[in-house]
């Protein structure tokens, strides 16, 4: 049963076993483990990112499509929702339209660029596909009487998700709308998690991975390989697009910062590397420790920039202000220290 | 115990105008509370959130701040995006944001809620002082601008005060946001005013880097008999300005313009302090520094949110730009801008906007559009 | 020695069309002028958008130049790139506010010898910017166009945050030096004296690289040893400091295209590179990889086409490098002249 | 034999975790060809990617005319005087057959006399000039990797199963080639399935099993028995007919 | 006579000004093995591109069971029966010997669409696979990464993954180049076994003139692309131009 639901992919790794549940619990209990606003808001985030992520290892690691473009259909889920509880008012019609919208949208999108561009080559496609996301970036920053331009939108979702909801306590932690918003986006998130799990380790899944390899040969052994590529741009664009819907159902709020822009990009593209290509657990792993780096590094510089006052030139280096410069050094020693991701190194145990 | 939470883009693009609005705001809170930094024997806690510019965060980080830390009052954020963001969470909270130094209009328009209040200019007050400054019979007027709703919506408010100025508009010419090269633009803009007679204005409006002023003087626009106008910018920008002499405008703030005793303490201990004269953004902190601590001087305490709000509502306070008022319906702080001439001084290494006159409140008449 | 029976194929004339086909990438520029001036129609504009587009792609040129060693010849994605134009854009200015008293005086040959140290400065800083970084954080990633992407970007934060520490995270704005502000008038046309210099750097680095490309093996070596490095060592060469030096090399041309443009944009700051990366990356790939022809032809057609639509379609201008780029790759799906192929 | 110009003795290399040397001894003499036997996958070219330098030496060591090369970086070992044609031919396909020899010519510009002499054992490299080296066919490749080990004067070729594609004509003037060479002084160690090849060619043999030299003989030797030929090598050879 | 299984027309590919395959005209009956011989460079690996779609005609026509196929993918020609082995190894680096078979078997049963049931539950797929390299005796390396393969064992694999796709007609590029003497006859011995069960049609491209005796039905000959002679292999291998041209002088060394 279980193995039927991990689709036969088990983490294959005691620790990584032990870790992933961890995740898992600290996700599923989080309102009542974790109490406060800012670590709901970060779990939700996690779990949002938990499924973007994991679509982009589809392309990525399984597929080896290098694409720039994935933030933009995660925008475009995140629109739908936005546009459609703007134009339909609030309501749950609302979320559903603009979801389903969304995907669709981004499934054809991501289709129609397939089809013009996944013959160029893989680094062109790269470009290409870059260009078109800054291209749709600076289109949803125009037509800002639609889309609220740089600013974004704000609208209303229905008064069940929204904190005005108030259903009494339980263990001391009040439940009220945010909170069943929450448990709304972990078990989305949790479904399409696994669903993704399932596609990589199906017949389909095992033709994405000798694509990647030689894609000449699996041509020659008879898959079309062209087809096989654009079905998958289109399930990892639309399942971005979903995510980009909870996000939205979250948030209350998108703008182009949220889920347009390239630091996003970079970001899901790291935690992809730091969790590990190609093995779909890897994006939980990924995203948690990204996510938590986002949010609570600064504090944590915070204190040890005060711990270490009395020295020269450290404090200045460990500054909350200087961050992105340890970011970016992450970026450096993640690729250095986990080559296969944190992943590839719990299995080889190397 | 007070606790302000400032939750403002410290790291990213903006790093610049972020510590000055900190420097700003904490100056305004130890000006207002005569260094003491405490109100009625309640002592003022600043928390510090960084938004890092992205406008997700900086909702959770002022739900993080109302919620967890339990918060009052909040200020900030630099960014427009940010604070559009951040308007309904304080409304959830049923809690105070004062939106400083954001300025699109739909923060205290469309998209405002009462508990929204700004001690910054928006952009209309600010197109429309220039309209105010540059207008006049028989001027000819082309604007340039980015490409977008800032600069949209900038044009479109000057156009609007613009009208009864007896000036006119002859055209209007929008570029890409990070458009580098403005030979084109220029071009378009030569053409369709070179056969025009009269005095002639190019108005521009630019937010960020990749200064089209310099670019477009460079390609002599006084063959046409053309004058760049523009408002005014941080100190670092004023460097351009120094290519144009003699070049009109409104701005916001320049140090040496406001004659009261607030800007002579901010001036005089910003230079002690940090070395250098204060700028727009450490103005505008202080300004909201300043609106805090009168609020909740006159609503007798910070934890009554009504009481704050009904206090606010048509406060008039002190600032380094003189005296501002929070206007009721909206709750815009309504102020004073500068008509200035631009001029090349001796020791100071970029133009120098020196005033013509001071546009009162009255004299803009600036729109209500949260209704 | 027996001598074996060589095998003769027959090989046919190339047609014309197929001559034809080869030169056309050096005809697309002249097409464009020409076309340009059908459709602008008023000589004295038509004559400043022409020469002001073909010096701003000059000025792209230069700061792709670097770009085409290290991603066309190398292959390394290399967002780093930005960086190092931004860090020297801020030391060629900073050498230039300190020569305050050369650049402020009306002489071209004072104001042109300080341009010259900050450029000789800048590429000496960001020449060894780019060893520091071949050495920590490119080689691991050779041949993996992923991480490269990865570390590469995580260099750029880095440096750019570096620039933060240094600098101070104000931008810092700046005016040109004397004799090179303002414009000439020439038949109704305003050019920017600036460009012309542009115009001068951007030839004189065309044609160096060219030589050093012709008269050399580095060339070779490099777009072999990226191939088979392997074999490139087999054969007896000493590939690592082959690839360090070029890309040094290419790192010290950022640093000038930094410069170059610093001095026209008069305000720099920290992410100015970051900004220009993607514009820098089409120029590459639509001339081809590894191709300095095609990189100068791509640039020289960038400017000139974002000009031209800016003026006739404001609105267009927006997705005019994206359209040039995918023409370009429809029409010739590797870019216009590669010397080495895409992977 | 004395003063061999390639001495291995006790080399084992790994890689990855796998051991797949475990201690060669051998020996090539000074301007002699040695053949490098055994079945697939026995190490002969692990062998020879150990002695140019593409796969380190774990223990024991290599000695290139009198002189350590075990720890040797490959460019030095290849400036020493050392050829080398790799199994997978190692053609850089981007460039054209032109510059692929251009390169070859590791010291300066190609000899044209050597050159004219390699068109005339391979003629295709001469038809083929211009051409990108990818689009050459599989002989042709074949061809131009030995060319390219050929382009200067090397002391020692290390040969990776030559003839594999090469149509029986090449073969024999490859075969012719190797002969010249060998007369100028040059010293060979090529690994080959083809027996006819190895018999007409070599003068020494060393038979590979499992990461070892399991035997060392005269080509002759090997070439007569039969039974030898059958235990060494899995089957026997048609003696000659 | 009854319709060949597998015929060109007129078949031609110049590249820029080089005529590769020049108007070869061939027909191939079912159950038939010709072997493809010519010097280097003759066009005969061009020639299997054509057929198996690797590389666009310039002029002429592949024709499959009397069907033109000449503008079909590689993929579609694949399905319809032609098989391929390549000359040059061409195989999935990182995946491992087991599981490069077992994508060949997964292709022929159609099954790559499936996305959502479970590939490793998949145990007919499996069987047919190991079963496949019993037959070339690497069930020993089922679970080495190809990588990891010395050369003469991805040759062999090559070979396997061809057999694995039990085409109607199989193309050999130089199937034992690179094998060892004892491994070569494994192979042989494969195809010799597929062509007494006498349903396949075969071509192969070798070099090894004992081969060629011993297997071919029928041998044809390409030169500088153009088909030079065709005919029994007694016959053929005594035309001077195969001696002259192919052979060459020494022919011991064959
Ligand atoms: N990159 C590699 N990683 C792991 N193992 C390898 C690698 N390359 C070769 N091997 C293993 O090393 C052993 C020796 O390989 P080698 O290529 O030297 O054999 P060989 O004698 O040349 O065989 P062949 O005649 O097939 O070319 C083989 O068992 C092979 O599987
Ligand atoms: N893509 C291509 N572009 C240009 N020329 C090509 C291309 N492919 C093959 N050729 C040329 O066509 C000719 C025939 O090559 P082919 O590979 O068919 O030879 P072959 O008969 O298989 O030879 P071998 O026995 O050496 O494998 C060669 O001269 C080769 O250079
Ligand atoms: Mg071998
Ligand atoms: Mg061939």
């Not at chain 1, 949220?258 to 996003?264: A, N």
């Not at chain 3, 340009?36 to 073909?54: N, Q």
């Not at chain 3, 450029?119 to 910017?129: F, K, Q, S």
């Not at chain 3, 005019?320 to 870019?335: D, E, F, V």
């Amino acid at each position: 049963m279980l193995t039927r639901l991990l689709s036969g992919d088990r983490p294959r790794s005691l620790v990584l076993t032990v870790i992933l549940l961890a995740i898992l619990g600290a996700l599923a209990f989080a309102p009542f483990l974790f109490p406060g606003v800012r670590s709901l808001e970060t779990a939700a985030r996690i779990c949002i990112f938990i499924v973007l992520v994991a679509s982009y290892d589809l392309l990525l690691g399984y597929t080896g499509i290098v694409s720039f473009a994935h933030t933009m259909f995660f925008g475009l889920g995140a629109y739908g929702v936005a546009l459609a509880s703007d134009a339909m008012g609030r309501g749950w019609g609302a979320l559903a339209v603009g979801t389903v919208a969304g995907a669709l949208a981004a499934a054809v999108l991501a289709a129609v660029i397939g089809m013009f561009s996944l013959r160029v080559r893989a680094i062109f496609f790269a470009m290409i596909t870059l260009a078109v996301a800054s291209a749709v970036a600076v289109l949803v920053s125009q037509l800002s009487a639609i889309t609220g331009g740089e600013d974004g939108l704000n609208y209303s979702i229905p008064r069940e998700l929204t904190p005005a909801f108030r259903l009494g306590e339980v263990m001391g932690v009040r439940i009220n709308g945010k909170l069943l918003n929450y448990y709304l986006v972990f078990t989305c998130c949790l479904v399409l998690f696994l669903v993704l799990l399932r596609v990589v380790n199906s017949p389909f899944g095992r033709v994405l991975q000798a694509i990647r390899e030689n894609e000449f040969r699996a041509e020659a052994i008879g898959y079309r390989v062209v087809y096989y590529r654009i079905i998958a741009t289109c399930l990892s664009a639309s399942v971005a697009a979903l995510a980009g819907s909870l996000f939205a159902i979250w948030l209350r709020y998108v703008g182009p910062d949220t889920t347009l822009s390239f630091t996003i990009m970079l970001d899901i593209l790291l935690m992809v590397v730091i969790g590990g290509m190609g093995t779909i657990y890897g994006a939980v792993i990924g995203a948690a420790i990204f996510v938590l780096a986002q949010n609570y590094l600064q504090t944590l510089m915070g204190s040890a920039a005060e711990a270490t006052a009395g020295l020269p030139l450290v404090p200045d280096l460990l500054n909350p202000d200087r961050w992105l410069l340890w970011l970016g050094v992450l970026f450096i020693l993640s690729v250095y220290f986990f080559p296969t991701g944190i992943v590839g190194r719990l299995r080889t145990g190397r | 115990e007070i606790r302000i939470a400032h939750v403002y883009g410290k790291t990213g693009p903006f790093e610049a105008y972020a510590k000055q609005s900190h420097d700003g705001l904490m100056l305004g809170l130890e000006y207002a509370t005569d260094g003491s930094m405490e109100i009625d024997g309640e002592p003022i806690v600043v928390i510090e959130k960084d938004t890092q510019l992205k406008p997700d965060l900086g909702k959770a980080l002022l739900a993080e701040a109302y919620g967890d830390d339990d918060a009052h009052i909040a200020v900030g954020p630099v960014s427009s995006g940010v604070a559009l963001a951040m308007l309904p969470v304080a409304e959830e909270y049923e809690r105070l944001l004062i939106v400083e130094p954001a300025v699109a209009d739909s923060i205290t328009g469309e998209n405002w809620n009462r508990y929204v209040f700004r001690t910054g200019r928006n952009s209309s007050q600010d197109a429309i002082s220039n309209a105010v400054a540059l207008g006049g019979e028989g001027v000819t007027i082309a604007t340039l601008a980015q490409d977008y709703a800032f600069g949209r919506d900038g044009i479109a408010a000057f156009r609007e005060a613009l009208d009864g100025t007896g000036a006119s508009i002859a055209h209007e010419e929008y570029v890409p946001t990070d458009t580098t090269d403005f030979t084109a633009a220029a071009e378009r803009i030569f053409t369709a005013m070179k056969d025009i007679e009269g005095e002639k204005r190019l108005f521009i409006i630019w937010a960020g880097g990749g200064n089209p002023m310099s670019k477009i003087q460079a390609m002599d626009p006084s063959r046409f008999g053309i004058e760049i106008a523009t408002g005014g910018n941080i100190l670092a920008a004023l460097t351009a300005y120094k290519e144009l002499p003699g070049m009109e405008g409104a701005t916001y703030y320049y140090y040496e313009i406001p004659q009261n005793p607030v800007n002579d303490w901010l001036v005089k201990e910003h230079m002690a302090r940090f070395d250098s004269p204060p700028d727009f953004f450490t103005a505008g902190g202080m300004a909201a520094g300043i609106a805090v601590v009168e609020a909740i001087r006159k609503a007798g305490g910070a934890e009554d949110t009504e009481a704050l709000i009904a206090a606010m509502e048509g406060m008039e306070f002190e600032t380094p730009k003189g005296m501002m008022r929070f206007r009721p319906e909206d709750h815009q702080a309504l102020q004073s801008m500068y008509h200035f001439r631009t001029e090349v001084q001796e020791d100071k290494d970029y133009g120098v906007p020196v005033l013509v006159r001071e546009i009162g409140i009255d004299e803009m008449d600036i729109p209500v559009r949260n209704q | 020695m027996s001598v074996a029976p060589d095998h003769s194929p027959t090989f046919a004339r190339t047609s014309l069309a197929e001559r034809l086909s080869r030169a056309a990438p050096y005809l697309l520029v002249p097409v464009l002028v020409v076309l340009g001036f059908l459709a602008i129609g008023a000589p004295s504009s038509w004559l400043t958008l022409t020469v002001s587009g073909l010096a701003m792609g000059m000025m792209i040129f230069v700061m792709a130049s670097g770009l085409t060693l290290v991603f066309g010849l190398m292959d390394v994605i290399n967002f780093g790139h930005g960086a190092f134009i931004s860090v020297g854009a801020f030391v060629g200015i900073s050498v230039l506010l300190a020569l305050g008293s050369w650049t402020g005086a009306p002489s071209l040959a004072l104001n042109v010898a300080a341009v010259m140290l900050a450029v000789v400065a800048a590429m000496i800083v960001t020449g060894a910017l780019g060893w520091a970084f071949e050495r920590v954080i490119v080689r691991p990633v050779y041949g993996a166009h992923l991480k490269q992407i990865l570390v590469t970007v995580g260099g750029l934060i880095v440096i750019e945050q570096l620039i933060h520490v240094v600098w101070g995270p104000d931008e810092i704005f700046l005016t040109r030096p004397e004799t090179l502000k303002g414009a000439f008038t020439f038949a109704g046309a305003a050019i920017e004296k600036y460009r012309l210099l542009a115009v001068v750097v951007g030839l004189v680095l065309f044609v160096a690289m060219r030589l050093v490309f012709t008269r050399t093996k580095i060339g070779l070596i490099v777009r072999a040893g990226v191939q088979n490095g392997e074999m490139v060592e087999a054969l007896g060469y000493r590939l690592r400091l082959v690839f360090i030096g070029v890309f040094i090399a290419g790192s010290a041309l950022a640093g000038l295209g930094g410069v170059m443009w610093g001095l026209y944009q008069e305000v720099i700051t920290a992410g100015m590179g970051e900004e220009m990366m993607i514009l820098v990356f089409i120029v590459v790939i639509i001339g081809g990889l590894g191709s300095i022809e095609g990189a100068f032809i791509g640039a020289l057609l960038v400017g000139l086409l974002q000009n031209y639509i800016a003026f006739l379609e404001p609105k267009l201008a927006l997705i005019s490098n994206i359209g040039l780029m995918t023409a370009i790759l429809m029409w010739r799906p590797q870019g216009m002249m590669p010397v080495v192929e895409a992977k | 034999m004395s003063d061999p110009i390639l001495s291995l003795s006790g080399v084992c290399t790994d890689i990855a975790q796998y051991h797949i040397l475990q201690g060669v001894d051998l020996e090539v003499g000074r301007g002699g060809v040695t053949m490098l036997l055994g079945r697939n996958g026995v190490g002969k070219t692990t062998t020879l990617r150990t002695v140019i330098g593409h796969w380190q030496a774990r223990a024991g060591s290599i000695r290139f005319d009198g002189q350590e090369i075990t720890r040797m970086p490959t460019p030095d070992r290849a400036r020493a005087g050392i050829g080398f044609v790799p199994e997978d031919m190692g053609i850089f396909s981007g460039l054209t057959v032109e510059e692929n020899m251009t390169l070859a010519a590791a010291s300066g510009p190609l000899d044209t006399a050597r050159r004219d002499w390699l068109f005339s054992v391979f003629p295709p490299l001469r038809t083929f000039w211009r051409s990108a080296a990818g689009t050459l066919s599989g002989g042709q490749k074949q061809m131009l990797s030995i060319a390219r080990a050929m382009a200067e004067e090397r002391r020692l070729y290390l040969i990776d199963e030559p003839t594999k594609g090469l149509a029986p004509a090449i073969i024999s003037t490859m075969v012719g080639a190797l002969r010249e060479l060998k007369s100028q002084g040059a010293s060979i160690l090529m690994v080959e399935q083809n027996f006819a090849v190895a018999k007409a060619l070599g003068d020494q043999v060393a038979v590979m099993e499992d990461g070892c030299i399991i035997w060392t003989g005269a080509m002759a030797d090997l070439a007569a028995d039969a039974a030898l030929q059958e235990r060494l090598m899995g089957l026997s050879m048609e003696v000659e007919a | 006579m009854t319709q060949p299984l597998l015929e060109s027309r007129d078949l031609t590919v110049r590249f820029g000004g080089h005529v590769a395959v020049d108007a070869v005209s061939c027909a191939f009956a079912a159950g038939e093995l010709t072997a493809i011989v010519g010097p280097n460079g003759a066009g005969k690996t061009t020639y299997f591109n054509l057929i198996s779609g690797q590389i666009a005609a310039s002029a002429g026509q592949v024709l499959l069971r009397g069907e033109d196929i000449t503008r079909q993918s590689v993929a579609r020609r694949c399905a319809g029966g032609l098989g391929r082995a390549f000359q040059l190894t061409n195989l999935f680096p990182d995946l491992t010997t087991l599981e490069n078979v077992r994508l060949v078997i997964q292709a022929r049963r159609a099954k790559g669409f499936n996305l959502l049931s479970m590939a490793a539950s998949d145990n007919d797929l499996r069987d047919a696979a190991l079963a496949v390299l019993e037959r070339v005796r690497m069930t020993a390396l089922r679970d080495t990464r190809v990588s990891e393969l010395s050369h003469g064992n991805q040759r062999k694999l090559e070979v396997a993954m061809l057999i694995a796709l039990d085409p109607a007609v199989y193309m050999f590029d130089e199937p034992t180049a690179g094998m060892s003497a004892d491994e070569a006859p494994v192979v042989l011995d494969l195809i010799a076994g597929l062509k007494a069960e006498r349903d396949r049609t075969i071509l192969l491209v070798e070099h090894k003139m004992d081969v060629i005796r011993t297997l071919a039905d029928r041998i044809i000959v390409l030169h500088n692309g153009a088909l030079a002679a065709d005919g029994p292999p007694g016959e053929v291998m005594a035309m001077e131009v195969v001696q002259e041209a192919y052979m060459g002088k020494d022919l011991a060394l064959v």
